[in-house]
């Protein structure tokens, strides 16, 4: 079964350290990879996808086939990050019948 | 361009009784899900909805329906009210198809739902 799995509900780091969100997920084909981010009182909006392989607001994320992960990693938090990231999947292949799978999110904190 | 606009943004109804929440996804965008969001389950996708046809469905029961019309636009229906009904219910659309691209969802603010 297709299944995205964050491991950690609640992530607590200082302001300066390094932080990365776990995501692993369960597919056997190829995936497309997505982590979203909601901060607090906006919409949930797209953060970055692994295929664009592009840093966004600091954050990279790297598709590892071999552990099926993609983690999302920042080498320097700042108390603006503190927000709730998604992590999805959407099945590869042909048709359009795709669908969005999400992780059950994970809360950063970035503490001053 | 318009985003995904869901009305209303507030709601507070009493056990028992039905609501209707409506979503207006960006224009050209086929694809419109809708997804409950509590502090303790995250994010829980309840249907999407394609031209019209729901061609996916979460792990919801049949009191949660829903439809879309021709114009992309779509309502979701929660009959006989639970307290466990409160929630942030989020609408998302996307382009759908094949592109990578076209797979991004944009969401709505969410309508707030309280049941009492």
């Known amino acids: ?112 | 361009k318009a985003g995904v606009t869901q009305t209303p943004r507030y709601l507070i109804k009493t056990r028992g009784q039905q609501v209707t929440l409506s979503c207006s996804p960006i224009s050209g965008h086929r694809s419109v899900s809708w997804y409950q969001q509590t502090p303790g389950q995250g994010l829980q996708f309840l249907f999407e909805y394609f031209s019209e046809t729901q061609r996916n469905k979460g792990n919801f029961p049949g009191r949660f329906s829903g439809r879309q019309f021709s114009n992309s636009r779509s309502e979701m229906n929660v009959s006989t009210l639970e307290l466990g009904d409160s929630a942030l219910y989020l609408c998302a659309s996307s382009l759908a198809g094949q592109a990578p691209w076209a797979t991004e969802a944009f969401f709505g603010q969410g309508t707030r739902l309280t049941v009492v």
């Not at chain 1, 190829?30 to 906006?42: A, D, H, I, K």
């Not at chain 1, 607001?57 to 503190?82: I, M, R, V, Y």
């Open chain 1, 1 to 112: 079964a297709q299944r995205v799995t964050q491991p950690e509900k609640l992530l607590s780091v200082f302001k300066g350290a390094p932080v990365e969100l776990k995501c692993n997920y369960s597919y056997s084909g190829s995936p497309e990879l997505f982590w979203y981010v909601q901060y607090s009182r906006q919409r949930l909006q797209l953060l970055l996808r692994h295929i664009s392989r592009e840093s966004i607001k600091g954050f990279t994320a790297d598709l590892n086939k071999g552990e099926t992960s993609f983690h999302l990693k920042k080498p320097f938090a700042q108390e603006e990050d503190s927000a709730m990231y998604y992590c999805a999947l959407v099945p590869g292949g042909a048709g359009n019948n795709r669908k969005l799978i999400w992780g059950l999110g994970t809360s950063l904190a970035v503490n001053p």
